[in-house]
């Protein structure tokens, strides 16, 4: 009988199971604390629930193991250790089947904007309240309630800039001084809550070389010194909330190219360091091209080589968008979910997949992309489109 990571009972786990190697899955005080003052009770009212289960079942004329229909992703991830997030926003935890799914569905929650920079931090700090916690807190007490575990994004980014930042004129040492305060402030006021970071989020251009940005040189904090501001950031965050796992993420680093081998470089000189870098987030915004063997070849091959550093690996944002009311292209957009789902499944050092919100109804794609759109797992009425089944598929095989 064990208890799990998640601090429900289980009577047959991956976890009992030899070589699953996801040990370390969920390092949130939030459910440590949880874990342990629930063993005892926990564990006697697990036991009951088991021997009634089984009971029922050697009674059962023609036992049947549960329909893997009924189950959700979140029982079929718990059960490989793997966590399933979704980005959400606070203002759309009234709409009940939206609440419902998220709640359900899902083992970890991240805000798809509210803890971003402009978002939690709209005034400058000579101001007397500079910080707007108010979203990411009621996300937070959402997945607490939910027994969820929260995922930060993001601290550091060239997008959702304060205009008081944009415009403020400061020198490189001001904005030093304003960038570890904000990472202080914010992770200190999560700490326990929020168990990893999108420490620095999308920092190098698609040819490998740095993202001009106000952060790196306009004026930014690191000009000409290559990825100093980004080891800089992340001793930060170690300092302001050492429990917390800290993470570099960025999009079209899937595979292995120029910008994936510039993070791989950094990643590689920082473990060599000892900066605090605990993993690498693949966004996995994609298209239906990415349903090419040699595509997924190198997605796979890039995922271990950040694992040999010692890496943890997070799915963080992904979405495959297609032309919008183009209904045929659903099966071969379940096909590549649950290809992508596959990747992670096979790769003891990806702990998290992680769509980028969970309906079309509410997603980020529509408004960015022209005339694309259906991008996720559930459509615009809640029902599930085959990405849902295909990713239950593959983490229930
Ligand atoms: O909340 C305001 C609203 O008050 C205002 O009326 C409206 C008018 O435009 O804007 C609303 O804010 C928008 C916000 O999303 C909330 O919906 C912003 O304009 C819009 O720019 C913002 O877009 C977000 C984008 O990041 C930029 O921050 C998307 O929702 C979000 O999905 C997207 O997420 C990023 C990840 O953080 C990083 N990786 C790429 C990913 C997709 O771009």
């Keep these: 009988m064990a208890i799990d990571y998640f601090g429900s009972p289980s009577c047959f786990r991956a976890r009992d199971k030899p070589n699953i190697g996801r040990e370390g899955l969920i390092m949130n005080p939030f459910f440590f604390r949880k874990q342990k003052s629930q063993t005892s009770l926990g564990a006697i009212a697990a036991v009951a629930l088991c021997l009634v289960a089984f009971l029922s079942l050697a009674a059962s004329p023609n036992p049947q193991p549960a329909s893997p229909e009924a189950s959700t992703l979140r029982q079929v991830a718990e059960a490989r250790h793997i966590v399933i997030g979704t980005a959400a926003a606070s203002f759309l935890l009234g709409e009940a089947e939206y609440a419902s799914i998220l709640g359900s569905e899902f083992s970890q929650l991240q805000a798809e904007n509210e803890m971003k920079f402009g978002a939690i931090h709209p005034r400058p700090d000579t101001d007397p309240n500079p910080y707007n916690f108010a979203g990411g807190d009621d996300l937070v007490a959402f997945a607490q309630s939910h027994n969820m575990v929260v995922r930060g994004h993001t601290l550091l980014w060239h997008n959702n800039v304060p205009e008081w930042l944009k415009k403020g004129g400061y020198?490189?040492?001001?904005?030093?001084?304003?960038?570890?305060?904000?990472?202080?402030?914010?992770?200190?006021?999560?700490?326990?809550?929020?168990?990893?970071?999108?420490?620095?989020?999308?920092?190098?251009?698609?040819?490998?070389?740095?993202?001009?940005?106000?952060?790196?040189?306009?004026?930014?904090?690191?000009?000409?010194?290559?990825?100093?501001?980004?080891?800089?950031?992340?001793?930060?965050?170690?300092?302001?909330?050492?429990?917390?796992?800290?993470?570099?993420?960025?999009?079209?680093?899937?595979?292995?190219?120029?910008?994936?081998?510039?993070?791989?470089?950094?990643?590689?000189?920082?473990?060599?360091?000892?900066?605090?870098?605990?993993?690498?987030?693949?966004?996995?915004?994609?298209?239906?091209?990415?349903?090419?063997?040699?595509?997924?070849?190198?997605?796979?091959?890039?995922?271990?080589?950040?694992?040999?550093?010692?890496?943890?690996?997070?799915?963080?944002?992904?979405?495959?968008?297609?032309?919008?009311?183009?209904?045929?292209?659903?099966?071969?957009?379940?096909?590549?979910?649950?290809?992508?789902?596959?990747?992670?499944?096979?790769?003891?050092?990806?702990?998290?997949?992680?769509?980028?919100?969970?309906?079309?109804?509410?997603?980020?794609?529509?408004?960015?992309?022209?005339?694309?759109?259906?991008?996720?797992?559930?459509?615009?009425?809640?029902?599930?489109?085959?990405?849902?089944?295909?990713?239950?598929?593959?983490?229930?095989?």
């Design 171 to 397: 020198t490189s040492a001001q904005m030093a001084t304003i960038l570890q305060g904000h990472i202080h402030a914010v992770m200190t006021h999560y700490a326990s809550k929020v168990y990893a970071w999108d420490v620095v989020n999308e920092a190098f251009n698609d040819d490998g070389t740095m993202r001009s940005t106000l952060w790196y040189d306009q004026p930014g904090i690191g000009a000409g010194v290559g990825t100093k501001y980004i080891e800089q950031s992340l001793r930060w965050a170690r300092e302001a909330d050492p429990k917390a796992k800290l993470f570099y993420n960025d999009y079209d680093a899937e595979e292995i190219n120029k910008k994936s081998d510039a993070i791989y470089a950094m990643a590689k000189d920082f473990k060599k360091r000892g900066v605090p870098l605990d993993g690498v987030g693949f966004q996995t915004h994609i298209t239906r091209k990415f349903d090419d063997p040699a595509k997924l070849k190198s997605y796979k091959e890039n995922l271990e080589r950040f694992a040999k550093l010692g890496l943890e690996l997070h799915m963080t944002e992904i979405d495959v968008r297609l032309s919008n009311g183009d209904t045929s292209s659903l099966a071969e957009e379940g096909k590549l979910y649950g290809e992508i789902t596959k990747l992670c499944v096979e790769q003891p050092a990806c702990k998290v997949i992680q769509t980028w919100g969970f309906t079309d109804k509410h997603s980020w794609i529509p408004g960015f992309y022209k005339g694309l759109g259906w991008a996720l797992p559930w459509d615009d009425n809640y029902q599930k489109k085959p990405a849902y089944e295909a990713m239950h598929d593959a983490l229930a095989k």
